[in-house]
């Protein structure tokens, strides 16, 4: 699928509070509606959006921290669905009000603190019953960025009917388990993140190579790169970071095709 480019007048949001700025910078918000359609799914609102052609594969396409509404991810999803997979993007914050750019980043915690990304069962259980039942689906993947990312490394830790995971810069801290994987799952991150520094990628990948046995793993930088830039930062305008940009994605899709 080509890239839907946005009108040239569209802005490089800005963070409101500069004294405390969010260090998850929105980028370039994409002016894009999306082929797919918004549904129900039992208590939650998605975004749904099938292949040309008929597929039992598909795709939990999970929201950072902006919602379910943001046009970027979207267009992610319909990527996904343009590469033969069934791709819904629910609501995971079950119709409380996603991050802004106009918050104050001090208050984040407490605007995290009723939207866990590990606090999500009750949800991906109505996703994968509709998937199964309304879509049929077989073999089902999950994709997440940045607060999806984390949601995404839940799920290879608690759902195994989840075949493959790619967490998008995104990682799980607290949990005494978080490296017991069991689905096969890519994370990706930039080396300029200032959400997950370095460091915290290189924990990460040392508990795995001791921790994770049987199961299939990935972990991967990109050089110079920041938070959001697989689904925040515009290739045709970006012209130094596309490489990347498509080199990420089509690590994506590479990974999916192997495990699905």
């Given at each position: 699928m080509g890239i839907i480019s946005p009108r040239e007048d569209t802005l490089k949001k800005e963070m409101a509070n500069e004294a405390?700025?969010?260090?998850?910078?929105m980028g370039y918000m994409m002016e894009y509606g999306g082929v797919g359609q918004e549904v129900q799914i039992e208590h939650i609102k998605a975004y749904l959006v099938k292949p040309p052609s008929d597929s039992d594969k598909a795709i939990i396409v999970i929201q950072d921290i902006y919602g379910w509404q943001l046009p970027n991810t979207r267009y992610m999803a319909d990527m996904l669905a343009s590469n033969g997979y069934i791709a819904v993007c629910p609501d995971f914050y079950v119709g409380k009000e996603p991050?802004?750019?106009?918050?104050?980043?001090?208050t984040f915690q407490q605007w995290l603190e009723d939207k866990k990304p590990t606090n999500i069962n009750k949800e991906v259980d109505a996703v994968l019953r509709f998937l199964k039942s309304q879509c049929g689906a077989q073999r089902i993947g999950a994709v997440g960025f940045c607060w999806g990312g984390v949601a995404t490394h839940y799920l290879a830790l608690q759902y195994p009917v989840v075949r493959?995971?790619?967490s998008v810069y995104g990682i799980i801290r607290e949990r005494e388990d978080r490296y017991e994987l069991k689905s096969p799952t890519l994370f990706i991150f930039g080396e300029k993140d200032d959400v997950i520094p370095l460091d915290q990628v290189s924990v990460l990948e040392k508990n795995l190579q001791e921790k994770c046995t049987g199961v299939d793993y990935h972990?991967?930088?990109?050089?110079?790169?920041?938070h959001g830039f697989v689904h925040r930062k515009r290739e045709d305008i970006n012209t130094t970071d596309q490489p990347c940009i498509q080199e990420a994605r089509?690590?994506?899709?590479?990974?999916l095709q192997k495990y699905m």
């Open positions: 405390k700025p969010c260090p998850c910078d991050w802004s750019p106009s918050h104050d980043w001090s493959a995971g790619v972990v991967k930088v990109f050089p110079g790169q920041t089509t690590d994506m899709l590479n990974w």
